[in-house]
């Protein structure tokens, strides 16, 4: 008999998000031997160090994020690109504006306005990026998997991890909830 499982994104937002849905991966694989076909995960930071995380699962298998799973929000010439717009950062406070220099390579040093500003450099490339993970669990096909059926009359439902004491997914959260429900309205956000 077909398990039921709905659609479901986990979206982690800077370090902490990332380890959360790597753990979330590794329960998926343990309890069904891989990841159902409705189930995605996208781990999203400024800086690349937690991507490298691996988990092992119960039968010894290396669990990773795959390179789709992840999204790298880089930032070059961040003084230069906040010098010129300057005014569509007015949010960001004065004594934040010297942090944004590291944010090339050295991700959001535990400063919100960091996260904020890269992912609103790459705002675009993230609807991107979540528009294909969604096309991908909303797949037409998926429907019809033998192994999985999808709960009926379930909306797809997003759930965001982040860590609420600074850095990227403390900078981004509300700007990620806002964005994903300009990309669709039809989802249950967690």
Avoid at 47 to 68: A, F, H, P, Q, T
Avoid at 80 to 86: D, P
Avoid at 102 to 113: N, P
Wanted: hydrophobic residues 40%; proline residues 2%.
């Amino acid at each position: 008999m077909a398990k039921k499982i709905k659609r479901c994104l986990y979206i982690g937002l800077g370090g902490t998000g990332i380890k959360t849905i790597l753990q979330t991966k590794k329960k998926f694989i343990d309890t069904y031997g891989e990841v159902p076909p409705m189930i995605g995960f996208l781990g999203i930071d400024t800086d690349g160090g937690e991507y490298s995380n691996k988990l092992l699962s119960v039968r010894g298998e290396e669990i990773m994020l795959d390179n789709n799973e992840q999204l790298q929000l880089l930032a070059p010439r961040t003084v230069e690109f906040y010098e010129i717009h300057k005014s569509d950062f007015s949010w960001i406070p004065e004594c934040n504006v010297k942090a944004i220099s590291m944010l090339y390579g050295f991700g959001a040093g535990g400063v919100r306005s960091n996260g904020r500003f890269a992912f609103t450099v790459n705002k675009n490339k993230v609807a991107t990026t979540v528009n294909a993970k969604i096309a991908d669990i909303t797949n037409i096909g998926i429907a019809h998997d033998s192994k999985y059926e999808l709960l009926a009359n379930s909306l797809l439902e997003i759930h965001m991890v982040f860590s609420v004491s600074g850095g990227t997914g403390c900078g981004i959260f509300l700007n990620m909830e806002y964005l994903l429900k300009e990309i669709n309205l039809n989802l249950k956000i967690y």
